[in-house]
C-alpha cells in the first residue's frame, strides 16, 4: 500500500511576485532655449606659436596684462603699485681705495651673508657694470632676497668667499677649493661631450651635410679636446666616456685625472667659480675648461698668447646640448622647457665669461 505524499501548503499555492518596471518617468520633449548672445563672435583659433620670437612676444603682452590687471586692482584697493619699493634710485659703479665697488645711491654693495663690501679688481669693469644693472632692474629690496634675481651678484660672492678662505691662516684652509675640485672632477667621467651616439644604422636621421648625430658629437668632442691638450694640459690623451654601444662610462687614462686635478686647484678664486658655474651648467667639464682658458685674464688664459678664435658662449652652449638640439630638431621642442633651458645655460656661461675676463692689467 503506498503512503500518499503531502505537499505543503505554501510550496502548492503559486506566490505572487513583484515587478518592478524599468522606466518610471514620463518623457518630455527637449526645449531648446533661443541663443541671445550679444557682441561679435569670438575670434577663430590661432595656431601655435612656430618661432621663439612669437613666443616672446606672446609673453610679453600676457605680462603686460597682468600689470594692468594689478594696477586697477590696487586702485581699488587704496594702494599703489606704481611706486618704487626699493631704497635707492641710482646705482653706480665707483673707483675706491684700488677696487671698484657698486654703490646703491651712497650705500656700498655688500656681501649678503658677511656683509663686506664687495670689491671687484679694477680689471673688471664689465663685471662691475653687469653687477650694477642686475641691482639696477630691481624694483623692490625684497627681489634682492630672491638668488635666481640676482644670479651675478651670486657668483661674485661665490668668488670671493674662495678668496677669503684662501687668503685665511686657519687649518682647514682651501676647504671651498677642494671641495668644488673634487665636484667638478666627477663630471670629467660622464661628460656630456664625452658622450657620443653609437654608429648610425640605415634609418637613423642625418642633417644636410650627411652626418649623424655621432659624427656631429664626435666633430665637435675633439675640436675641444685637441685645443686643451695643446694649450691647456700638453701630453695628455683625453678620451670619449661612451662609444659604440657602451652603456657604461669608463675613466680616462692613468694620469689624465692628476693634471687636471693639478691645473683646476692652481686656478685662482674667479676662474675656479667660473669653472663651476659653467661645469654645473653645461654638464661638461672639458667645455667649460675650454671657456675658462681663453677668456681669463689670469695665469691660465690662453687668449693673449694664441691668434685663435674665442671659444663663444654661443658655440659652448650648442656643443654642450647637440643631442638635445638634434632630437628637437627631428622630433620637435617642447615649448616653454627647451626654449628656456638653452636660454638658461646661455645665460649661466656668459656670467663665468664676465666673471673670468678683464683688461689683463690686474689688480686688488
Not at 109 to 138: F, M, V
Not at 331 to 348: K, L, Y
Request: overall charge neutral.
Amino acid at each position: 500500500m503506498k503512503v500518499p505524499t503531502r505537499i505543503p501548503l505554501q510550496l502548492a499555492v503559486p506566490r505572487l511576485q513583484f515587478v518592478r518596471p524599468f522606466h518610471q518617468s514620463i518623457a518630455r520633449a527637449a526645449n531648446v532655449a533661443p541663443i541671445v548672445g550679444a557682441g561679435p563672435p569670438p575670434d577663430p583659433p590661432t595656431p601655435a606659436a612656430r618661432n621663439a620670437q612669437e613666443r616672446l612676444e606672446r609673453r610679453r603682452k600676457h605680462a603686460e596684462l597682468l600689470k594692468t590687471a594689478r594696477e586697477i586692482r590696487s586702485a581699488q584697493e587704496g594702494k599703489s603699485e606704481t611706486v618704487a619699493r626699493r631704497f635707492w634710485k641710482e646705482v653706480t659703479v665707483r673707483e675706491v681705495d684700488g677696487a671698484l665697488q657698486v654703490h646703491l645711491d651712497a650705500r656700498p654693495l655688500r656681501h649678503p651673508n658677511t656683509k663686506a663690501i664687495i670689491r671687484l679688481p679694477l680689471s673688471k669693469p664689465n663685471l662691475a657694470s653687469a653687477l650694477a644693472l642686475e641691482w639696477d632692474i630691481l624694483t623692490s629690496a625684497q627681489q634682492a632676497t630672491k638668488q635666481h634675481l640676482i644670479p651675478l651678484t651670486s657668483l661674485v660672492c661665490r668668488a670671493l668667499d674662495i678668496l677669503e678662505d684662501d687668503a685665511s691662516n686657519r687649518p682647514e684652509a682651501a676647504k671651498i677649493r677642494t671641495a668644488i675640485t673634487n665636484t667638478v672632477l666627477r663630471y670629467l667621467d660622464t661628460d656630456s661631450l664625452l658622450c657620443w651616439a653609437p654608429p648610425a644604422g640605415p634609418h637613423d636621421r642625418r642633417n644636410d651635410a650627411g652626418e649623424s648625430l655621432r659624427d656631429v658629437q664626435k666633430k665637435a668632442a675633439e675640436e675641444t679636446v685637441s685645443y686643451l691638450t695643446t694649450h691647456v694640459w700638453p701630453g695628455i690623451t683625453i678620451e670619449p666616456v661612451l662609444d659604440g654601444h657602451s652603456i657604461v662610462p669608463r675613466k680616462q687614462p692613468e694620469g689624465v685625472r692628476e693634471v687636471i686635478q693639478g691645473w683646476v686647484m692652481g686656478l685662482d678664486a674667479w676662474e675656479i667659480a667660473g669653472l663651476e658655474r659653467a661645469v654645473l651648467a653645461g654638464k661638461s667639464f672639458v667645455a667649460a675648461a675650454r671657456i675658462v682658458a681663453e677668456w681669463s685674464e689670469g695665469a691660465v688664459g690662453t687668449g693673449r698668447m694664441l691668434p685663435l678664435g674665442r671659444f663663444s658662449v654661443e658655440q659652448a652652449a650648442k656643443a654642450t646640448s647637440l643631442e638635445v638640439d638634434w632630437q628637437a630638431e627631428q622630433w620637435g621642442e617642447v615649448e616653454d622647457t627647451h626654449d628656456v633651458n638653452q636660454e638658461d645655460v646661455r645665460r649661466q656661461l656668459g656670467s663665468v665669461v664676465l666673471l673670468v675676463s678683464g683688461t689683463g692689467k690686474q689688480r686688488y
